[in-house]
Structures are given as C-alpha cells and as structure tokens.
C-alpha cells in the first residue's frame, strides 16, 4: 500500500513538472521567435532521464503557423522543428527551419544571462502553474455541472451515461489555449474505449466542443444531441436555458 502510495505521488510530481515545463518553453518562445510570426506549439515528443534524477531532457516540437502572411502561404506542419534541451541550471535551444521560414537559427549557450533568464522564466511559470492549478478545480466543478445537465435533457434517470464523478484526465492544449476534459463512458452503452471528451476556453471557462475519440459505436448517440439543438457536435456551441 505504501508503495502504490509512493507511486502515485511520484507520478502526479512528474505531471506537474511537466506541465511546468511546457509553461516555461511556452514563454521562451515568446522572447525568441520573431514576434511578427504567431505560431502553434505543437510537443510531438518528451524523452530524457527522468525528472526526478534532474537528468537532461528533450523536447521535440513543431510550430505551426497560425497565421500565415502573404510572403509565406506555402508555409507546412514541417517546416518549422525546434529541439531544446533542459538542465537543471541551462537551457540550450536550437530552432531548424527550411528556406521559406523567416525565423532565424537560434542557439543559446550556457552564460549567467541565460541562467538569469531562466530564474526569471521559473518565477512566471510558478504563478502561472497557480492559476492552471485553480482552473482545474473550477474546471471539475463547471464539467459535473455540465454532465449532469446531459442527463437530465437527454437521458431518462435509468440511463445515466455521463457519470461527474468519473472525470479521467484534464490536458490542456498550450497550442490553442483549450482545456480538454475526458470523461468516462460505460462500454456496454456506447461501444469503444475511447474516452469522450468536452473542451474548454482557457479565458471564460466555456465548453464549446464535444469530441467522441473516434469510437464508431458513440457516433449515432453524439448525432441525437447534436440534433436535439442544444448541443452541436464540432462546432461553437451554446445549451439554451429553458425547460
């Protein structure tokens, strides 16, 4: 039992460094890409020794440009690949990009400006993670407010298949400011394991999108709310209050 403990408390520390360092690199890139540019950060990869060992680690990501300029229509998913590196003193960035890109190489090499700058980084991020922590606790409490209303307008009280107290996972996308909820849903209902999920903005805390995983045998039930009126699958969305 102690050892499950232990297990669990590990893992939820790694979580939420990692999380912390998605923060960190998300403000880095702010001082280091041309701000002309806007762009989404993608992670495609996280690797290294452990968080836990203060061991290197490596971030693979693409940025995607979210607005293309006219110089730059034939811009893709890969023509921007960064590659940082994070010590637990140093942070080492080196940006490869092809011809058509405007963003120049960047490398940055240990110096006491950049440890500095580092630490400074580490102070915002540490607020930041503060307000993310108190949006996730809202964020529960807005998705079982959410759920319960499901039941209520679509479902008789023998057919409950949102359950709020079962919420799996909350991720949030760096690379578009959305929360995402995943939520548990009986097999024998719907058919498939994947989980359904509900999105939310970042700024108000609004759901506006549902999102099945993919599982065929959910399909036919996500197109009775969407046709119910109330909810719409894949778009913005709004519930109407009323009976």
């Known amino acids: 039992m102690h050892t499950k403990r232990l297990l669990g408390h590990q893992l939820k520390e790694e979580k939420q460094l990692t999380i912390y360092l998605k923060l960190m690199i998300r403000i880095m890139l702010r001082e280091l890409i041309n701000k002309e540019n806007e762009f989404q950060i993608i992670f495609t990869e996280i690797s290294g020794g452990g968080w836990l060992n203060d061991l290197v680690e490596i971030i693979k990501l693409k940025l995607q440009p979210s607005k293309i300029g006219k110089k730059n229509k034939s811009v893709s998913w890969d023509d921007i690949e960064a590659e940082i ?109 994947s989980p359904f999920s509900i999105c939310f903005r970042d700024d108000t805390m609004e759901p506006f999108m549902f999102h099945d995983g993919g599982a065929e045998g959910r399909t036919p039930d996500l197109e009775i709310l969407k046709k119910s009126g109330k909810y719409v699958i894949g778009e913005e969305w709004k519930r109407e209050k009323g009976e």
Do not use: C
């Not at 590196?85 to 080196?94: F, S, V």
């Not at 102070?123 to 108190?134: C, L, S, W, Y």
């Not at 991720?171 to 548990?184: I, M, P, R, S, T």
């Open 85 to 193: 590196l994070i010590y637990k003193d140093n942070i080492n960035a080196k940006f490869e990009i092809d011809d058509i890109g405007n963003i120049s190489l960047v490398h940055k090499e240990t110096s006491e400006e950049v440890k500095q700058k580092l630490r400074d980084w580490a102070m915002i991020v540490a607020k930041e993670v503060e307000k993310q922590r108190e949006k996730e606790k809202k964020l529960i409490e807005v998705s079982k407010k959410v759920l319960q209303d499901f039941n209520r307008a679509f479902f008789d009280d023998t057919f409950k298949v949102f359950n709020p107290k079962k919420i799996n996972e909350l991720e949030y996308n760096f690379g578009f400011d959305v929360w995402k909820v995943f939520v548990h849903v009986p097999d024998e209902q719907f058919g498939g394991q």
